[in-house]
Structure formats: structure tokens, C-alpha cells
């Protein structure tokens, strides 16, 4: 019989089976000269916010120089609960520390991630990152589409609970993830697509993309709630080539296949690629979307495959288009090629004019949503095909 000492060690300890998985990521991207930050990050302190999916009390954070070209120097970074606007709670503050040393350099093409640390995180909360750069390089990684209001202030303001006299830009840099260590149960879904994925149309610092909608579903239901929702969506995005943001081709190890705990893909993405072609592409989407599956399963990942939504009377709109979406949705619908399909398309149509989306649903570009929209593609998610 064991003894009580060391049953009750035993039961204290961290379970032998958790294990890290992403709680929130966005997927970066070298940055537009019109997104880049107001002021120089050199020499100025970045505070960014951010809402997680998993609750937990040890966490890591991942950083980014990927598409920099020359060296990105961190000072000092910390992690807070927001306090509004560029404030936090300074008593819940907690030092990053990487490699053990409060400082990091980042060569040109490198990332990196914090070690571990404890952080009292509640499921479905919000956190802000402050980060105090030396040099930084003129080109800078982060994501332009993040809808939620980052604050620059020049000096080192690491420490302060309020930035004096912040600027802001609608935009994250060089913060790319936040992992948390969970039970073995949890895991993550990653959903990969475009402009509405990334949530062009909705709220800023609304959290009202349908990955947000899909992730409140979740968390209220106890068979997921241990599931984690994060965002690989890239504004602009293509699968084939380079549009804004890397080929979602070249990409997708990266941002769909390697954050931690992932056991799903969502694969939303392919309108960009039809709407700009000057030829045919469905065969060659067909073919990238097979690519991604075989890659998916390697990992003895699940992948379920959305159709692409309706974008009549859009800028993309033309018979030879419309000719495409209805090709690559077909085979989405009847191929069998995924573990399940998501048929936002159907979810989205107008039953008046298939080709259109819903009128009370469309921004106005009549090819991106409204929050009502994207809250419709998330209840369109059957929730049991993300239960054993």
C-alpha cells in the first residue's frame, strides 16, 4: 500500500500527461509599410492585448522576428491583466524571462519562445503583453488584422500600470502566441483561411470573428470546454501564391500543423485565389487542398475542409468565377478527401440568389460579413465533431 506521504505528493504534483497547448496565436506576417507602427519600436514600449481560449496557471509566450532584416532586441517583457485602455493591473504583472535572462536577441528569420512561468489565467479572458525593445529592424513581423488596439510609448514603460502618452494602431507585432499547460484532454483547433478568418468587418476589440463565436460555443458546453480556439487567418490571404502575407501553401506547417496541442484544422480559405485569377485555378486548389490534407493526417491531425461562401455582386463576381467556387465547392462537398465538411457556404447563401450572401449578414462589399454574419458561420459548426 502506498503511503500517505506520498499518495499526497503524488496527487499534488502536475499531472505526468499535461501538456502544452496553444491557448491563443495569430499568424504573422512581414507587415505592410501602411501597418507598420506609428513610432519606431526601438527604444519604446509595445503593449498589446489579447483573448485567450484556455484558463491555466503555467503559460509560455512566443515571439517573432521571422520576416525582419535585421537583429530585433527585447529589453524586458511581462505579462499583466488589461486595466483598459494601454493599462494593466500591476500587481498581477510577471517578468518573461528567456533562457533564464530577462533580454533576448532575435537574428533576422528567428522566433522564439519565453520559458515557462506561473500566471493565474482564467478560460475566456483577456491579457496584455508589454514588451521593451532595444534595436528593432525596419522590417517588422506581426499581423496587421489583429482588430484590437495595440499602444506605443517611447521609453522603457515596462513597469508603469498606465502609458502616459501612448499612440495606437489596430495592428499585433512580434507577439505571435500564448500556450498554457493543460490536462491531456485539451487540445486546439486551428482555423486556417483569409480576410474572414482573420475577421475583416468585425468589431475592433469586439472578439466577434466566427473563431471567437466557435470558441464561446465551445467553452459553454463541459464536453469542449477544454478545446482552444486560434486564428490563422491572414487578410488577403492566398493558398497558391504569395498575395498578402506568405502562400497559405507555405505557410500551413507552420501556422495549422505545429502550435501545440492542435488536433483539428478548419480549412477555410481559397476565395482570394479564384477572385483575382486570370485562368482557371480550381484543379490547382483541388490539388494544394489535397497536399494539405495528406499533411494533416501525417500528424494524425483531423482536418475538416468549410466551403467557400458566395461573393455575387463582389469585386471578385464574373461568370468564370462563379464557374470555379462551384467546381472546388463540389469537390469540398462530395470528394470525402476530409474528415468532415463545414458547409459555410450553404449557412451563408441568400435562398433567393444562391450566388449572394444574406443581405442582413453582409458588410456591404458582398463578400465579407458583419459580426451577425460570422456569428452564423460559427452556429453553423456541429460541436460533435469535436468530441472522442
Not at 55 to 82: D, K, M, Q
Not at 264 to 280: K, M, P, Q, Y
Not at 348 to 365: F, H, I, K, V
Request: proline content about 7%; aromatic content about 8%; glycine content about 8%.
Amino acid at each position: 500500500m502506498m503511503p500517505l506521504a506520498v499518495l499526497f505528493a503524488w496527487l499534488a504534483a502536475p499531472s505526468a500527461a499535461a501538456h502544452w497547448v496553444g491557448t491563443w496565436a495569430t499568424a504573422p506576417q512581414r507587415v505592410e509599410r501602411r501597418n507598420l507602427p506609428p513610432s519606431p519600436l526601438a527604444r519604446s514600449t509595445l503593449r498589446q492585448t489579447f483573448k485567450i481560449s484556455l484558463g491555466g496557471r503555467e503559460l509560455r509566450v512566443h515571439v517573432s522576428n521571422r520576416f525582419g532584416n535585421a537583429p530585433l532586441v527585447i529589453r524586458a517583457a511581462s505579462i499583466a491583466l488589461p486595466a483598459g485602455p494601454g493599462a494593466i493591473v500591476r500587481s498581477s504583472q510577471r517578468a518573461l524571462r528567456f533562457h533564464g535572462r530577462r533580454s533576448i536577441t532575435l537574428a533576422a528569420g528567428a522566433a522564439a519562445v519565453s520559458d515557462a512561468f506561473r500566471f493565474r489565467a482564467r478560460p475566456r479572458s483577456e491579457l496584455t503583453v508589454s514588451i521593451y525593445f532595444g534595436a528593432a529592424p525596419t522590417r517588422v513581423t506581426g499581423h496587421p488584422g489583429s482588430r484590437q488596439t495595440s499602444y506605443l510609448e517611447s521609453g522603457n514603460f515596462i513597469a508603469a500600470a498606465s502609458l502616459p502618452h501612448p499612440e495606437t494602431a489596430d495592428h499585433w507585432y512580434i507577439l505571435t502566441g500564448v500556450d498554457v499547460r493543460a490536462p491531456a484532454a485539451a487540445a486546439a483547433i486551428v482555423a486556417f483561411g483569409d480576410s474572414i478568418t482573420d475577421g475583416h468587418g468585425t468589431t475592433t476589440n469586439g472578439n466577434d470573428r466566427w473563431t471567437d463565436d466557435l470558441a464561446r460555443r465551445l467553452a459553454a458546453m463541459p464536453a469542449t470546454r477544454h478545446l482552444a480556439v486560434l486564428n490563422a487567418g491572414i487578410g488577403g490571404n492566398c493558398v497558391l501564391r504569395p498575395c498578402l502575407g506568405p502562400a497559405g501553401i507555405a505557410r500551413y506547417r507552420r501556422d495549422a500543423l505545429q502550435p501545440a496541442g492542435v488536433r483539428w484544422v478548419l480549412l477555410f480559405e481559397g476565395v482570394n485565389d479564384i477572385g483575382t485569377a486570370h485562368r482557371s485555378v480550381a484543379q490547382a486548389l483541388i490539388a494544394a487542398y489535397h497536399r494539405m490534407i495528406v499533411e494533416a493526417h501525417a500528424r494524425h491531425l483531423r482536418i475538416y475542409g468549410a466551403t467557400i461562401t458566395p461573393f455575387g455582386g463582389s469585386f471578385y463576381d464574373s461568370p468564370a468565377h462563379q464557374a470555379d467556387w462551384r467546381i472546388v465547392n463540389h469537390w469540398i462537398r462530395h470528394s470525402r478527401a476530409f474528415d468532415a465538411v463545414l458547409d459555410f457556404a450553404e449557412a451563408a447563401r441568400n435562398p433567393l440568389a444562391p450566388m449572394r450572401l444574406l443581405p442582413a449578414d453582409d458588410l456591404g462589399d458582398h463578400l465579407h460579413f458583419n459580426p451577425a454574419g460570422y456569428a452564423r458561420l460559427a452556429l453553423s459548426i456541429p460541436l460533435q465533431l469535436f468530441q472522442p
